[in-house]
């Protein structure tokens, strides 16, 4: 083992920056002594000098200007923590273009231009890192590349945002409301103050792009991600799955069937003995199916400084150790392998609760109408009581085309019903 | 990327050399597109070369002489899959003295002989892969070497035993009693005909060496770790537990707490909640803390062929992959960083069973012995049932020490009460 210094460079020292900088302040010696490889950050880009800092950076380390990191040539390897989609991108690209490895927790510059740097990356043999981007410190990047090599992945299910997890797991623990659970993770910073991103499943959505691509070996751009977030989801929903033995989680879902690639965020319901249904508050899972190795879940901390930096210090130290790094091969950047149009009539069970009239024949007329479009039902219960002359009946149905069940819900009417929610199911 | 074949040879071909087998045949030109490389089985070592087998080995494949395979120059890497001690050891260690790579899924014969087979692979440049050795298709070998660097490991709970783990979740679904779930099990082929090694919890001690030793960065031999099996657990205690909300689990333990360091395998009380508490049926698991990465949990097959193989193909590529392979560092190889003399007075709760008189005074008795020995009571139950007029009290007792415990449990004399069962609970 040959001991070997390492110059790196921050772009950008929020959180997660600081998270990494305390991290080997105080785990360096030990990451030393096991790896015999020690860091030195060089160059800590910041917006503004004089702000006040928790950590006290050394003299000359804080810059304002970004070539002090992507054009020093000391500087090895760049560790982006600014987020977001530019300048990062540009800078990133910039870095490797000068061939230093990068490494980043920003899963929306890197889903967007993963080609374009993954390019960049190959032509100077720079190495390209990206662990910290999806699920914080759970291992997910580094198993998907290099434990699971032998498996033809079909399934991914992610709870892959923690916000919306904490926000389910309080509604179905307290039967809370949507909205008050929300403001309250607001003021225990659990969710931002524009909370968008997070409850509309678009941070799901980009993750979901970067796993679905890895573990099919096809890039599945973010665009072709069918997304639906959180904000409709009614406790009464959450209470009634219950009672049919389901959990309601956020689900990032990626599927691949032949050349067919089917990929969806939205709320869904799972068996309660499912694995999935355990993770509980802010915590990410990721649960997938290949061909050898059977079922696998990972789980831990999607967020927060320091299990992010603990998957950033971790492509540091295997950036480091190598001279030759490594990088996904996607088929379909040769040839069109995978299917990339974006599929949206896949197939599942569903959860329907309607507010019918309660008078003779309504029950055969929806029956008659989910028939007619080819969907059949597994479960029904109605609910004792009565809202203005209607009941509740609340429908599981076997797995049914989502068009032909949306064309179903259309035919509906409402002089028979109104229809209050539909929650996908997977039984898996 | 370069295109490499890669001549192997497979020490023994029981079912996982056949999983492996199957894969490499199956999925081979999947990796080698992906990868560059393409694997070559030239020599398969079986005892008897005249067994029928569902394999159809090429011509000049199978071989009884060892040599062929551990003296071949061309097979750079050996799989190992004899299982058990010898001559497992002899054999890999001549294999790595001649500088070939090992991969092997014997944690027998590797938690025994680890040392000696690292200093000799150090010696020759030879890479030592064991992946398989642990939880089947789990990489948690994988992870906690390569990404969970920058984390100091404190505790590891692990369900890394199938077969005590379906015992135990048949016994906890349907009440059946332990004999009745084992002979069913070996029905299934989920036992061994001779099953002392998973249910005494001896395949999850040395499954647990392996953990300890990784994660805390100092061996722990196999001889420190606690064991105590499930062939006690009865399906009262099991029912108590569920009434006080814990899941029973054999669960394979390891804390760090600065130089020292316990570890024990035995029946374990968890929380419902616990993720730990939804793993079902033959699945592994292993939860563990990291002062960075917080909790994390990997989940997955540990047993089968195909599992097994997933691990093991994963572990050839990436030993095919490098010509710089690494090797763990143990603080307490150079310096007793860790001490290694065997803990077994930790601290835990416990629950504890007993059959008491019912009559005045006695329940005061017991609490006074308790108190004696500085165990203090978190919650008590009295069954109603009266059996030979004696009722059943189940305590919960706050963190004891397990030597207080104990003695406690002799002072309670039998004119009092006698004790059914103690059971050690984790609360976190």
New interface residues.
């Given amino acids: 083992?040959m001991d070997k210094a390492v110059k790196i460079g921050f772009l950008g020292c929020g959180n997660v920056g600081s998270g990494v900088w305390r991290?080997l302040e105080g785990?360096g010696r030990?990451?030393s002594?096991?790896?015999g490889l020690s860091f030195e950050v060089k160059h800590v880009l910041v917006r503004d000098m004089t702000k006040p800092r928790e950590i006290d950076f050394p003299q000359g380390v804080l810059t304002d200007r970004v070539e002090d990191v992507i054009d020093d040539p000391e500087i090895t390897i760049v560790l982006e923590f600014l987020g977001g989609e530019e300048p990062a991108h540009q800078w990133m690209l910039h870095a490797l273009q000068r061939g230093k490895t990068v490494v980043t927790a920003n899963k929306v510059a890197f889903a967007l231009y993963w080609h374009e740097l993954q390019k960049a990356a190959k032509e100077t043999g720079a190495g390209l890192y990206y662990?910290a981007a999806v699920c914080g410190?759970?291992?997910i990047i580094?198993?998907l590349d290099?434990?699971?090599?032998?498996?033809?992945i079909s399934r991914i299910y992610g709870i892959v945002n923690g916000t919306t997890n904490y926000i389910l797991t309080r509604m179905s623990k307290d039967g809370s409301a949507y909205e008050d659970v929300l403001a309250e993770a607001q003021r225990l910073g659990l969710a931002e103050p524009d909370p968008a991103s997070d409850v509309e499943g678009l941070d799901a959505a980009y993750k979901l792009s970067i796993l679905a691509s890895l573990a099919f070996?096809g890039r599945v751009p973010f665009d072709n991600v069918f997304v639906e977030g959180i904000t409709r989801v009614q406790s009464e929903d959450i209470r009634c799955g219950q009672e049919l033995g389901y959990t309601l989680k956020l689900l990032a879902i990626a599927k691949r069937d032949g050349l067919r690639v089917e990929t969806r965020v939205h709320p869904t319901f799972i068996k309660n003995?499912?694995?999935l249904?355990?993770?509980?508050g802010a915590?990410n899972?990721v649960f997938l199916y290949?061909?050898?190795?059977?079922?696998?879940?990972?789980?831990?901390?999607g967020a927060?400084d320091?299990?992010t930096?603990?998957?950033i210090?971790?492509d540091l130290?295997?950036a480091a150790?190598?001279n030759?790094h490594?990088y996904?091969?996607f088929?379909n950047a040769e040839c069109p392998a995978i299917a990339l149009q974006k599929n949206t009539d896949w197939h599942c069970p569903f959860y329907v609760r309607m507010l019918a009239y309660d008078k003779p024949g309504v029950l055969s007329k929806i029956a008659q109408t989910f028939a007619d479009h080819g969907v059949s039902i597994a479960a029904m219960q109605q609910k004792g009581d009565k809202l203005n002359g209607r009941v509740t009946l609340v429908f599981i149905t076997h797995s049914a085309s989502e068009e032909n069940m949306q064309l179903a819900i259309c035919k509906i009417g409402e002089e028979i019903a109104t229809v209050e929610s539909i929650i996908r199911v997977e039984q898996d």
């Avoid at 061909?291 to 901390?301: K, V």
């Fill in positions: 083992m991290l785990f030990d990451i002594h096991r790896t662990e410190a759970i291992p580094h198993s290099e434990s699971l090599q032998a498996n033809r070996h003995e499912h694995p249904a355990n993770i509980s915590f899972a290949g061909h050898a190795c059977g079922e696998m879940m990972f789980m831990g901390r927060g320091m299990p930096a603990s998957a210090v971790s130290v295997r150790s190598t030759h490594l996904p091969t088929e």
